[in-house]
């Protein structure tokens, strides 16, 4: 059975730095794209970031602005957002995600997390 469990949410003030995990339980997380998207309140789910399986490319959505960063440790099966320079803006409930592609669409991924909830204060 495949899980993953985001943890590391939590309430922030602005400007302050946040580092999500996501733990892969039941897969290789090594063989799949893994992303991070968010959801705000009455917000579509959309895309915060992802590290594409075997070459490690990454990518972001155009609001990021350099300020996070998704990294993985395969011998952990855990993929990481590193989050800087946090804005209200940012506030919602973030989930990680898996996809056994390319996870240039996210209605390709094939696995989802509960979710973890950050909440910037301004």
């Known amino acids: 059975q495949v899980q993953l469990v985001e943890s590391g949410g939590g309430l922030v003030q602005a400007g302050g730095s946040l580092r999500l995990s996501c733990v892969a339980a039941?897969?290789?997380?090594?063989?799949?794209?893994m992303g991070w998207f968010r959801q705000a309140p009455g917000k579509e789910r959309e895309f915060v970031a992802r590290?594409?399986?075997?070459?490690?490319?990454?990518y972001y959505g155009d609001f990021v602005k350099g300020r996070f960063t998704i990294s993985r440790d395969d011998a952990k099966n855990t993929v990481y957002l590193q989050m800087n320079s946090l804005e209200p803006e940012d506030t919602a409930v973030y989930y990680c995600?898996?996809?056994?592609?390319?996870?240039?669409?996210?209605?390709?991924?094939?696995?989802w997390g509960q979710g973890t909830q950050v909440t910037v204060s301004s």
């Open positions: 039941g897969l290789a997380s090594s063989v799949y794209t």
């Open positions: 590290i594409r399986r075997y070459d490690d490319m990454t």
């Open positions: 995600a898996a996809d056994r592609s390319s996870g240039t669409r996210i209605k390709t991924y094939d696995y």
